[in-house]
């Protein structure tokens, strides 16, 4: 085939390709630019038939009135260091639990990652209550005897946010798959050298997993931020709430402050914004090399 | 059949509070008597309050002056949401740990009286205030009164005059022959033949409230007197049903027209000239569009065919069983059923409030959709009024769906969701 064919096919296959990127991109992005001009519209402008995109009077005053309508410091405080809590937990004994698995020989590792795929397909919803269970139910704990009873055990307590969900499964599954695919030449190297078991899966087979780390950091970060639920059930002080518990306060059975809670949402969604801005590249990496196992 | 994160953890919670209300060393006397001084810290949990507003009303006015009727009363307050209430009530019961007060919704209380984790209320608490025996009555099982009642939401018909005298109608319709007759008329279709406006937005409200609105007002029933037996699988029932899928056929109604919860209604928009709505739209219009209302273009009545029908929701305060603090924990519940706790907490929801005491108040008569709730309040019915409501309630919407989008009859759905209610009741 001539060259310049090829050449002009080539184009082509490039114009249509950001076309359809550019398409894409527009259509991700419009519940993001629609929640931060609903964010600065008034009531009125919000019910206007037809709607209008851009507001006829800007309200930024929006954010400091829904600012003032909880205790949101205290919310993003709480969300900071329970997201913050299961990252480091998560990355640090799933990727020891994965590292485990991939590259140890011990009786019953198979059994084990079975069970950790089998976790994997429980329900999320399933296990609420029995976590729930255990949380309450928590021996010398809050008021508890050696038995569990007589007290409220880890509910209302920073051990019930951040303990039942610092590990999970997928993480684990993911490390492992990493961690497999590195060449053994380097580990019997370290291991000749005279390295321990932990300087190895420290010093030389982590830093060749970076991508892995990076994206179940990110992953970990924004399910523990966005989560409701949990946090909603095992705690009942305000001082211990989360955002998205706190956002709640403007979405009520017979109304819904739309302004207030699109300027909520927005604050709320800048650290992941943030977040996947400085890690997208690892982030992207992570999953295309998971994804190819 | 699907499953929810709500029918999943209902199944699961319901099997485990009778573990945790029968072994659970914590759950005290489950009849405890509240007899006693009136003393000690309690736990409050509310899906009432839970909005900006709602929290400084009930910490910055309710419970002040309920600490000082009570002053050796400290009241723990746990704020939920109504979607995640079941799930609330559920783990604390299954914790042992049920909140002192808790407030439910209408149909809530036979099941959690059935499973005795709510105590009986002295009966003279029915006579303290004007209360309409059809609020009173999701409040009593098994003869026996479990709840006040605070605030009601009811399910009534919206209209816009402008378009019904755009199109030469003159009264709202009297039964659904009128109904579907002027939701033909009222429809406007563009030039290409796509609906810009249905008659009729009956989807608007949840679809599980409209369904038993219909067949309230056929005359119809959800279950017997005592609970045991499935009664809206008659052709009442079915008619319901039909009346939706007809509306459609008709093209004077849409599945796609209809708005959620606080986004501005198909009524406003002008998308609609009739509208399934909950009274507290009169509070929403006038906040998105007032001129609707100063220019007097929107109108209510109740819905009629056989009987005139409302259905009644709502949110009503009950006592634990298994309270440490009995005596205390139904003085926060006398208080908060009395017109007094009522009135503002109405207000700040838009809500029809409990007691008919407060008719001649200035909320009540500025309020238009609540003054005609509240005049009509002997046409109000209650969804539930079985011990295995919190399981099949999850299951109606899905159900009727089946049918709205075309996949089934109305018969086929509501045998099936009959099907589902019996093997529910079964199960008691």
């Given at each position: 085939m001539p060259p310049v064919e090829t050449s002009a096919r080539f184009r082509t296959g490039r114009i249509v390709l950001y076309l359809t990127l550019t398409a894409i991109s527009l259509v991700m992005i419009v519940p993001f630019v629609w929640m931060l001009l609903t964010s600065v519209k008034t009531p009125g402008d919000i019910a206007a038939v037809p709607p209008r995109?851009?507001?006829?009077?800007?309200?930024?005053g929006n954010y400091a009135d829904a600012l003032r309508a909880a205790p949101f410091a205290t919310y993003a405080r709480n969300s900071f260091v329970i997201a913050a809590s299961h990252t480091v937990l998560n990355v640090l004994i799933a990727s020891m639990a994965g590292y485990a698995l991939a590259r140890l020989r011990f009786r019953g590792s198979s059994l084990i990652f079975l069970a950790f795929v089998g976790a994997?397909?429980?329900?999320?919803y399933t296990k609420i209550l029995p976590e729930f269970l255990i949380v309450r139910f928590?021996?010398?704990?809050?008021?508890?005897?050696i038995t569990g009873q007589g007290g409220t055990g880890w509910l209302d307590t920073w051990w019930a946010l951040i303990i039942?969900?610092?590990?999970?499964p997928f993480s684990v599954f993911l490390f492992r798959q990493f961690y497999l695919d590195l060449p053994v030449e380097l580990e019997e190297a370290a291991r000749l050298d005279g390295l321990s078991e932990l300087g190895i899966y420290a010093r030389i087979m982590t830093p060749l997993v970076k991508p892995a780390f990076i994206t179940v950091a990110l992953l970990t970060f924004e399910g523990s931020w966005n989560n409701f639920l949990w946090p909603l059930l095992v705690t009942k002080s305000d001082s211990l709430r989360v955002i998205q518990v706190g956002l709640s306060?403007?979405?009520t059975e017979n109304d819904t402050q739309w302004a207030f809670l699109m300027a909520g949402t927005t604050l709320a969604t800048v650290p992941m914004v943030v977040l996947f801005l400085i890690g997208q590249r690892y982030f992207v990496q992570g999953f295309a090399t998971a994804g190819i196992k | 059949m699907e499953y929810t994160r709500r029918s999943v953890l209902t199944a699961l919670g319901l099997g485990a509070v009778a573990a945790a209300t029968g072994?659970?060393?914590?759950?005290?006397?489950?009849?405890?008597?509240?007899?006693?001084?009136?003393e000690g810290e309690i736990s409050l949990l509310t899906p009432?309050?839970?909005?900006s507003t709602g929290k400084d009303l009930l910490e910055g006015k309710l419970l002040p002056a309920f600490k000082q009727k009570n002053p050796n009363v400290t009241v723990k307050v746990d704020y939920t949401t109504y979607a995640a209430l079941n799930e609330k009530i559920t783990t604390s019961l299954a914790g042992g740990l049920m909140p002192d007060v808790v407030m439910l919704g209408v149909g809530w209380i036979p099941p959690f009286a059935h499973k005795k984790v709510l105590a009986p209320l002295p009966d003279d608490l029915a006579k303290r205030y004007e209360y309409e025996d059809r609020v009173l009555e999701p409040s009593r099982y098994d003869g026996k009164l479990y709840a006040l009642p605070m605030v009601l939401d009811t399910r009534i018909v919206t209209y816009r005059k402008d378009l019904f005298a755009e199109a030469g109608i003159k009264a709202p319709p009297k039964d659904w022959a009128e109904l579907r007759e002027m939701s033909k008329e009222l429809a406007r279709s563009d030039s290409s033949g796509k609906?810009?406006?249905?008659?009729?937005?009956?989807?608007?409200?949840?679809l599980r409230q409209c369904w038993e609105t219909f067949l309230f007002a056929n005359d119809?029933?959800?279950?017997?007197d005592s609970g045991?037996?499935?009664?809206?699988?008659?052709d009442r029932g079915v008619e319901a049903l039909q009346l939706f899928l007809d509306v459609i056929k008709d093209k004077?109604?849409?599945?796609?027209?209809k708005s959620s919860a606080g986004q501005p209604t198909t009524l406003q928009q002008g998308r609609s000239a009739m509208m399934m709505s909950n009274n507290s739209l009169w509070v929403q219009l006038k906040k998105q569009s007032p001129e609707l209302l100063k220019e007097d273009k929107v109108g209510a009545f109740i819905l009629a065919n056989k009987v005139p029908a409302m259905l009644q929701g709502g949110t009503m305060v009950a006592r634990s069983?298994?309270?440490?603090?009995a005596a205390a924990a139904q003085a926060l519940v006398e208080f908060m059923g009395t017109p007094e706790s009522i009135l503002p907490t109405a207000e700040q929801r838009g809500s029809v409030p409990g007691?008919?005491?407060?008719?001649?108040s200035d909320y009540v008569k500025n309020n238009g959709f609540v003054k005609l709730a509240l005049d009509n309040m002997s046409k109000a019915r209650s969804e539930g009024g079985t011990a295995a409501w919190m399981e099949i309630r999850e299951k109606i919407k899905t159900t009727l769906e089946t049918a709205v989008v075309g996949k089934r009859t109305a018969k086929e759905a509501i045998d099936e969701l009959a099907n589902l209610s019996k093997e529910a009741i079964s199960r008691l």
């Amino acid at each position: 085939m001539p060259p310049v064919e090829t050449s002009a096919r080539f184009r082509t296959g490039r114009i249509v390709l950001y076309l359809t990127l550019t398409a894409i991109s527009l259509v991700m992005i419009v519940p993001f630019v629609w929640m931060l001009l609903t964010s600065v519209k008034t009531p009125g402008d919000i019910a206007a038939v037809p709607p209008r995109l851009f507001p006829t009077e800007w309200a930024f005053g929006n954010y400091a009135d829904a600012l003032r309508a909880a205790p949101f410091a205290t919310y993003a405080r709480n969300s900071f260091v329970i997201a913050a809590s299961h990252t480091v937990l998560n990355v640090l004994i799933a990727s020891m639990a994965g590292y485990a698995l991939a590259r140890l020989r011990f009786r019953g590792s198979s059994l084990i990652f079975l069970a950790f795929v089998g976790a994997l397909m429980i329900p999320t919803y399933t296990k609420i209550l029995p976590e729930f269970l255990i949380v309450r139910f928590m021996p010398l704990f809050g008021g508890n005897d050696i038995t569990g009873q007589g007290g409220t055990g880890w509910l209302d307590t920073w051990w019930a946010l951040i303990i039942p969900g610092a590990v999970s499964p997928f993480s684990v599954f993911l490390f492992r798959q990493f961690y497999l695919d590195l060449p053994v030449e380097l580990e019997e190297a370290a291991r000749l050298d005279g390295l321990s078991e932990l300087g190895i899966y420290a010093r030389i087979m982590t830093p060749l997993v970076k991508p892995a780390f990076i994206t179940v950091a990110l992953l970990t970060f924004e399910g523990s931020w966005n989560n409701f639920l949990w946090p909603l059930l095992v705690t009942k002080s305000d001082s211990l709430r989360v955002i998205q518990v706190g956002l709640s306060v403007f979405r009520t059975e017979n109304d819904t402050q739309w302004a207030f809670l699109m300027a909520g949402t927005t604050l709320a969604t800048v650290p992941m914004v943030v977040l996947f801005l400085i890690g997208q590249r690892y982030f992207v990496q992570g999953f295309a090399t998971a994804g190819i196992k | 059949m699907e499953y929810t994160r709500r029918s999943v953890l209902t199944a699961l919670g319901l099997g485990a509070v009778a573990a945790a209300t029968g072994c659970s060393a914590s759950s005290g006397n489950s009849q405890a008597t509240a007899d006693g001084p009136v003393e000690g810290e309690i736990s409050l949990l509310t899906p009432l309050f839970e909005g900006s507003t709602g929290k400084d009303l009930l910490e910055g006015k309710l419970l002040p002056a309920f600490k000082q009727k009570n002053p050796n009363v400290t009241v723990k307050v746990d704020y939920t949401t109504y979607a995640a209430l079941n799930e609330k009530i559920t783990t604390s019961l299954a914790g042992g740990l049920m909140p002192d007060v808790v407030m439910l919704g209408v149909g809530w209380i036979p099941p959690f009286a059935h499973k005795k984790v709510l105590a009986p209320l002295p009966d003279d608490l029915a006579k303290r205030y004007e209360y309409e025996d059809r609020v009173l009555e999701p409040s009593r099982y098994d003869g026996k009164l479990y709840a006040l009642p605070m605030v009601l939401d009811t399910r009534i018909v919206t209209y816009r005059k402008d378009l019904f005298a755009e199109a030469g109608i003159k009264a709202p319709p009297k039964d659904w022959a009128e109904l579907r007759e002027m939701s033909k008329e009222l429809a406007r279709s563009d030039s290409s033949g796509k609906l810009s406006r249905v008659g009729f937005d009956p989807f608007s409200i949840d679809l599980r409230q409209c369904w038993e609105t219909f067949l309230f007002a056929n005359d119809g029933n959800l279950f017997d007197d005592s609970g045991q037996q499935v009664k809206f699988n008659d052709d009442r029932g079915v008619e319901a049903l039909q009346l939706f899928l007809d509306v459609i056929k008709d093209k004077s109604a849409d599945y796609s027209f209809k708005s959620s919860a606080g986004q501005p209604t198909t009524l406003q928009q002008g998308r609609s000239a009739m509208m399934m709505s909950n009274n507290s739209l009169w509070v929403q219009l006038k906040k998105q569009s007032p001129e609707l209302l100063k220019e007097d273009k929107v109108g209510a009545f109740i819905l009629a065919n056989k009987v005139p029908a409302m259905l009644q929701g709502g949110t009503m305060v009950a006592r634990s069983a298994s309270s440490k603090h009995a005596a205390a924990a139904q003085a926060l519940v006398e208080f908060m059923g009395t017109p007094e706790s009522i009135l503002p907490t109405a207000e700040q929801r838009g809500s029809v409030p409990g007691v008919q005491d407060l008719r001649t108040s200035d909320y009540v008569k500025n309020n238009g959709f609540v003054k005609l709730a509240l005049d009509n309040m002997s046409k109000a019915r209650s969804e539930g009024g079985t011990a295995a409501w919190m399981e099949i309630r999850e299951k109606i919407k899905t159900t009727l769906e089946t049918a709205v989008v075309g996949k089934r009859t109305a018969k086929e759905a509501i045998d099936e969701l009959a099907n589902l209610s019996k093997e529910a009741i079964s199960r008691l």
